[in-house]
């Protein structure tokens, strides 16, 4: 790993269980080295969900290198990540997606992720993210606001709004189904509140001749879509759905030094939706090593864990011969 401008400290990890203390490498958070491994991660954290959105890295914020004597190491990332506008299930590449804009109230998420390389392969071990959407206070007046996941009046546009794409002329040969709702908002105009949905839609087994029950295809057989409807409940609403592509599903990508693609670790998962409010969302992997967050992770979903002796080869005399801190945290790429 390229160690140019690298500072050995101390750094103190506290886990539920104690403190430990180890000694770590600091790389500038904007490093090529810390770059890559932040992108790795940020694709793997997006493979991870299959509702809601697709997030986008904003700044790495710190960044940690614990190296061992048989030549593993192992990063601590703590990043900022924005919600996009594309779905999860859009095909779209995150750097081709759109950040949500702020007066559509943005989504930021912060995320711990743990990485190691050997042989110059990188994989995720672990990652925590906490998101929440922008507080209603900071949002300019006559913007939407957004609504709860379960709020009457939003889903019944929800629902008149997708039966109205089913029933368009020419829109396709297949009737779709409601898969789940991305995103509820309301704007007043003239006459009162308008709603704003965006939701995901999957394929059935009718067609849009059929009245029957109809029952929605299973994976990987069923094409997916996504919609944005607005309107008010009593009139008919405008909306537009796009239909992807169907696409066999992929793990995130693990970069090597020749830029090969490798399967990563993945552990033990578990997601929560819905954290006191219905568009947060948090994961947490792997409660075994939760020994290596950072001290200023606010998670409630920590896990203790027992000490486990690592051993490292770092030169102390290093320290005297290095000058300053390199610079984190790292630049802001959206807003």
């Not at 919600?83 to 997606?97: G, M, Q, R, S, Y």
């Not at 080869?313 to 790429?333: E, N």
């Amino acid at each position: 790993m390229r160690t140019l401008g690298a500072v050995v400290v101390l750094g103190l990890l506290a886990g539920a269980w104690g403190h430990v203390t180890l000694p770590f490498l600091r790389l500038p958070c904007d490093s090529p080295e810390v770059e890559e491994a932040a992108l790795v991660s940020q694709d793997y954290i997006n493979s991870q969900f299959t509702h809601g959105y697709k997030y986008a890295l904003n700044q790495i914020e710190d960044v940690k290198v614990y190296q061992k004597a048989d030549g593993v190491e192992t990063m601590v990332l703590d990043l900022e990540l924005l919600e996009t506008k594309c779905h999860i299930l859009d095909p779209t590449p995150v750097a081709n997606c759109t950040v949500r804009p702020r007066h559509e109230t943005k989504v930021e998420a912060d995320c711990d992720v743990i990485l190691s390389r050997a042989g110059g392969v990188l994989s995720v071990l672990s990652h925590k993210c906490k998101s929440e959407p922008e507080s209603a206070e900071d949002m300019c007046v006559g913007c939407p606001l957004l609504e709860p996941l379960n709020h009457t009046d939003a889903l019944q546009v929800v629902v008149s709004s997708l039966a109205e794409f089913n029933h368009i002329p020419d829109n396709d040969t297949a009737k779709f189904a409601l898969r789940d709702v991305g995103r509820l908002s309301s704007q007043i105009v003239s006459g009162g509140p308008q709603f704003l949905t965006e939701y995901a839609i999957v394929e059935t087994n009718c067609t849009v001749d059929d009245d029957g029950v109809c029952v929605p295809l299973p994976d990987p057989l069923a094409r997916t879509g996504f919609c944005i409807a607005k309107g008010v409940p009593a009139a008919v609403p405008t909306v537009n759905c796009t239909i992807f592509d169907i696409a066999v599903p992929t793990l995130a990508p693990v970069v090597n030094a020749t830029d090969a693609v490798v399967r990563p670790v993945v552990l033990k998962l578990k997601t929560i939706y819905g954290l006191k409010h219905h568009h947060r969302k948090s994961a947490f992997h792997d409660p075994t090593i939760s020994g290596w967050w950072s001290e200023s992770d606010e998670s409630q979903e920590r896990v203790a864990a027992p000490i486990v002796k690592r051993h490292f080869q770092i030169d102390p005399r290093a320290v005297a011969s290095l000058p300053h801190l390199p610079v984190c945290p790292g630049k802001v790429k959206h807003f």
